[in-house]
């Protein structure tokens, strides 16, 4: 069994910058591409980004490209979410998930194991 525990959220100023980490556990983490996906009150949970087994690749919805940067460190088992330029838009609850596959995906099926969230609210 996969857990994965996301930390780092909290709330920031428009123009700021947070770090939001998502520790793992119970699987060999290297081997799977690792996803963010964010969820807003009253509406869809969208894709934010994902990295490569290796990261090496890297995927952004275009919302969030040129301002936010994934990352991660295999012998840490965690993977990182630098959201910097923050917009009051940004807010929701963060997750990261573990894909079934190597290299990353912007779809949601293609991920089976899911954190719980961390709250990122951005005030204008």
């Known amino acids: 069994q996969v857990q994965l525990v996301e930390s780092g959220g909290g709330l920031v100023q428009a123009g700021g910058s947070l770090r939001l980490s998502c520790a793992a556990s119970?699987?060999?983490?290297?081997?799977?591409?690792m996803g963010w996906f964010r969820q807003a009150p009253g509406k869809e949970r969208e894709f934010v980004a994902a990295?490569?087994?290796?990261?090496?690749?890297?995927l952004y919805a275009d919302s969030v490209k040129g301002r936010f940067t994934i990352s991660r460190d295999n012998a840490k088992n965690t993977v990182y979410l630098q959201m910097n330029s923050l917009k009051p838009d940004d807010t929701a609850v963060y997750y990261c998930a573990q894909a079934m596959r190597t290299y990353g995906t912007s779809f949601a099926r293609e991920y089976k194991y899911w954190g719980q969230g961390t709250q990122v609210t951005v005030s204008s």
């Open positions: 119970g699987r060999t983490f290297s081997s799977y591409a």
């Open positions: 990295i490569g087994w290796s990261g090496g690749s890297t």
